[in-house]
């Protein structure tokens, strides 16, 4: 065990060969895994000089794309790689108000990133980041949310191009699974909030008195990611 000034001495040995190991590492350094070879003469004495490399922590910063504000509540997965073999799971971390989790101490080498949870109104990140943590450098990976798209479906009047409302419209995935149903306010708009993007079929399933169905009564619609998507029917 070493003292204060970072010495540790044996006890009187006999001559021979040695090996010295690490065993444990001061808190904030690395253990050194390496097996120092020593050979000790008759009557003599050895000094072994070792270093500890700083122990780094890893900075992972979640912004939201396009404006970059720091997003909270976004949960993610460390791992560290292991060769040929399984990765071990360091922990999981949440980003806080400044949109930043902090892992404790990590030894140097490569670290897997994944977003395990995102807040309301963002689109997972299913990348796994691979991050090369080094030694006594500071450790950030920056990872942005793409934020969950809408889609509003208008019902316009053909003749006087006033929105219409009470018009009920059904959307659905490519594969037709059914995303939900909604009726146009006042305003002539049916809003479908925090979708993935994609393409989505909407269907106008029952018109206002006064008015009938449209015709065509589907469209199929691309929806974008981060933005507001729009569908008109007439």
């Given at each position: 065990l070493t003292d204060r000034t970072g010495w540790g001495y044996t006890l009187p040995l006999p001559a021979g060969e040695y090996e010295v190991v690490e065993s444990k590492a001061p808190?904030?350094?690395v253990l050194d895994k390496t097996v120092h070879k020593v050979t000790l003469g008759e009557g003599k004495s050895e000094t072994l000089r070792l270093t500890n490399a700083p122990a780094t922590v890893l900075t992972i910063t979640k912004i939201a794309a396009g404006s970059r504000e720091p997003?909270?509540?976004?949960?993610?997965?460390?791992?560290?790689?292991?060769?040929?073999?399984?990765?071990?799971?360091v922990g999981e971390y949440v980003t806080d108000h400044n949109g930043i989790a902090t892992t404790e101490p990590l030894?140097?080498?490569?670290?897997?990133?994944?977003?395990?949870?995102?807040?309301e109104g963002y689109l997972l990140d299913e990348t796994e980041h691979e991050v090369c943590v080094k030694a006594g450098q500071f450790n950030n990976i920056t990872i942005e949310n793409a934020v969950a798209p809408n889609l509003i479906v208008r019902k316009i009047?053909?003749?006087?191009?006033?929105?219409?409302?009470?018009?009920?419209?059904?959307?659905?995935?490519?594969?037709?699974?059914?995303?939900?149903?909604?009726?146009?306010?006042?305003?002539?708009?049916a809003l479908f909030t925090k979708l993935k993007p994609g393409h989505y079929?909407?269907?106008?399933?029952?018109?206002p008195d006064g008015y009938q169905i449209s015709s065509p009564s589907s469209q199929t619609i691309k929806v974008e990611a981060g933005k507001d998507n729009y569908v008109d029917f007439y």
């Open positions: 808190d904030g350094y997003i909270y509540g976004a949960v993610f997965e460390v791992k560290k790689t292991c060769g040929v073999e399984p990765c071990v799971i030894e140097p080498g490569i670290y897997i990133v994944t977003e395990k949870s995102v807040p009047d053909s003749k006087s191009g006033k929105p219409i409302a009470g018009a009920v419209f059904k959307l659905e995935t490519a594969d037709h699974s059914l995303v939900g149903t909604m009726e146009t306010d006042a305003q002539g708009e079929i909407v269907t106008e399933t029952q018109a």
